[in-house]
Antibody, heavy 118, light 106 residues
Framework: EVQLVESGGGLVQPGGSLRLSCAASGFTFSSYWMSWVRQAPGKGLEWVANIKQDGSEKYYVDSVKGRFTISRDNAKNSLYLQMNSLRAEDTAVYYC???????????WGQGTMVTVSS | SYELTQPPSVSVSPGQTASITCSGDKLGDKYACWYQQKPGQSPVLVIYQDSKRPSGIPERFSGSNSGNTATLTISGTQAMDEADYYCQAWDSSNYVFGTGTKVTVL
């Protein structure tokens, strides 16, 4: 079964850091671009970052540039999101998602909640 | 930055057709896709590359994209189709989601 499982969310103070992980299974992880997408409580979806198959290309939404870093370990079938200098507006459910068919997210994890609050 | 606009809500009677629009500048020149999200669940891809359905998505879901508007059509709407729907496109290395539409099956 194709599956993505996120972990690492939690409560963090403003200015703090958190590292999210996503474990992939059931497909050849190293063959796909991968992404993080977030959803603030009661709000819509927002793409955060994505990374090429070999990690050589990374892209970010403007609001997280310089604060978040996406990475991957193909040997461990894992995707990561290092989040620094967290702000209240980063509070959201963070989803790991697989990119396929060019520009569509065809597989999503169950999400992990990140709450930034004092 | 690129924006995609959807109506906040659409209501439909069971068995009827629901149409959800997604508007963006020259959207027809890009690929559009659509996601369904039910409360407390992760999004599910229902249409990609404007009109293609992933495996397992019912035939009642169809899509089109031309000019500045992409449209998701649900034919013979069922109660299980009640959900939030988001369009999405790619522009200048950014993946942009629409504002979302809540579909209510009355």
């Amino acid at each position: 079964e194709v599956q993505l499982v996120e972990s690492g969310g939690g409560l963090v103070q403003p200015g703090g850091s958190l590292r999210l992980s996503c474990a992939a299974s059931g497909f050849t992880f190293s063959s796909y671009w991968m992404s993080w997408v977030r959803q603030a409580p009661g709000k819509g979806l927002e793409w955060v970052a994505n990374i090429k198959q070999d990690g050589s290309e990374k892209y970010y939404v403007d609001s997280v540039k310089g604060r978040f870093t996406i990475s991957r370990d193909n040997a461990k079938n894992s995707l990561y999101l290092q989040m620094n200098s967290l702000r209240a507006e980063d509070t959201a459910v963070y989803y790991c998602a697989r990119l396929a068919h060019g520009f569509a997210f065809d597989i999503w994890g169950q999400g992990t909640m990140v709450t930034v609050s004092s | 930055s690129y924006e995609l606009t959807q109506p906040p809500s659409v209501s439909v009677s069971p068995g009827q057709t629901a149409s959800i629009t997604c508007s963006g500048d020259k959207l027809g020149d890009k690929y559009a896709c659509w996601y369904q999200q039910k409360p407390g669940q992760s999004p599910v891809l229902v249409i990609y590359q404007d009109s293609k359905r992933p495996s397992g998505i019912p035939e009642r879901f169809s899509g089109s994209n031309s000019g500045n508007t992409a449209t998701l059509t649900i034919s013979g709407t069922q109660a299980m189709d009640e959900a939030d729907y988001y369009c999405q496109a790619w522009d200048s290395s950014n993946y942009v989601f629409g504002t979302g539409t809540k579909v209510t099956v009355l």
